[in-house]
C-alpha cells in the first residue's frame, strides 16, 4: 500500500521516469492482477514510483548487468609488418 512519503504519477510520468511505454504500463494494468494501480475521480489511474518499481524486480527479477564484448587485444610491435 502507500506510505505517507509515496507519490502517485500518471501512466505519461512512469513511462517517462521507468523508460517504458506507455502501452506496456497499461498492459502491464491489464495482464498482472497485482500491478498496483490506483484508481481516482473520472475513472483516471495514478501510480505509486516506489511500489512499481518493487513489483517490476519481483515480477520480472533484477535487471540483468550489461556485458561487454570481448577487446580484441592490439597486435604485439613484432607481429607488424
Not at 15 to 38: C, E, M, N
Not at 68 to 78: C, F, R, S
Request: proline share 10%; charged share 20%; glycine share 4%.
Amino acid at each position: 500500500m502507500a506510505t505517507e512519503k509515496s507519490f502517485f504519477v500518471t501512466a505519461a510520468q512512469l513511462s517517462q521516469a521507468l523508460g517504458f511505454s506507455k502501452t506496456t504500463i497499461h498492459r502491464w494494468q491489464r495482464t498482472y492482477p497485482d500491478f498496483p494501480v490506483y484508481r481516482i475521480a473520472g475513472n483516471h489511474f495514478r501510480y505509486n514510483l516506489p511500489e512499481v518499481i518493487d513489483w517490476i524486480r519481483k515480477t520480472f527479477g533484477p535487471k540483468p548487468a550489461r556485458q561487454q564484448a570481448p577487446v580484441a587485444e592490439p597486435p604485439a610491435a613484432n607481429d607488424r609488418l
